[in-house]
């Protein structure tokens, strides 16, 4: 009685996929990121977040940023960077795309429960921020010998 619309040619559903593309590059994506710790598209600054047993590392990409002007905290687990970052445009263009983000931003980063907020380590390098917090020491694994 009814059709189903698989008997539809596969070409307009490759049109209309086609056409979501472009309204997504042209407006941006509004859908919600496809898992629970992504984050939009376009976020700033990007970060990866990797650990051992020993401590937890976390790198933020901030090129062209001022290491003494960003904020870093840890409060119950929770690693916040904010600042600011300024693009000086060219006042006579005319900008059809402008893809570098700014303004200002904040990034938080949920850590484990075994990591220490005593013990944190940051360093600026080439435009990275590399952010090293150590483990307590009660978590991290240890030998047990037999006697």
Same mark, same amino acid.
């Given at each position: 009685?009814?059709?189903? *619309? ?7 559903? @490759?049109? &209309? ?6 309204? @997504? +590059?042209?407006?941006? %994506?509004?859908? %919600? ?8 598209? #376009?976020?700033? /600054?990007?970060?990866?977040? #990797? =650990? *051992?047993?020993?401590?937890? @590392?976390?790198?933020?990409?901030? /090129?062209?940023?001022?290491? $003494?002007?960003?904020? !870093?905290?840890?409060? =119950? ?12 445009? +060219?006042? $006579? ?8 983000? %700014?303004? +200002?931003?904040?990034?938080? !980063? %949920? &850590? /484990? ?7 944190? =380590?940051? $360093?600026?390098? @080439? ?21």
């Amino acid at each position: 009685m009814f059709g189903t *619309t698989t008997n539809m040619p596969s070409s307009v559903f @490759d049109e &209309l996929w086609r056409l979501q593309q472009e309204v @997504d +590059e042209l407006f941006g %994506s509004w859908s %919600s990121p496809s898992g629970i710790r992504s984050v939009p598209r #376009g976020s700033f /600054p990007a970060i990866n977040v #990797g =650990q *051992t047993p020993d401590r937890v @590392d976390i790198y933020l990409f901030a /090129p062209g940023i001022d290491p $003494k002007s960003l904020d !870093i905290s840890i409060q =119950q687990n929770l690693l916040t960077v904010s600042g600011r970052r300024e693009i000086r445009a +060219e006042e $006579k263009a005319s900008y059809y795309r402008q893809e570098r983000f %700014s303004g +200002e931003f904040r990034r938080a !980063i %949920s &850590l /484990p429960e075994d990591v220490d907020p005593e013990r944190v =380590q940051a $360093k600026y390098v @080439d435009g990275i921020v590399q952010i090293g917090v150590q483990r307590r020491e009660s978590a991290r694994p240890r030998q047990i010998e037999i006697q």
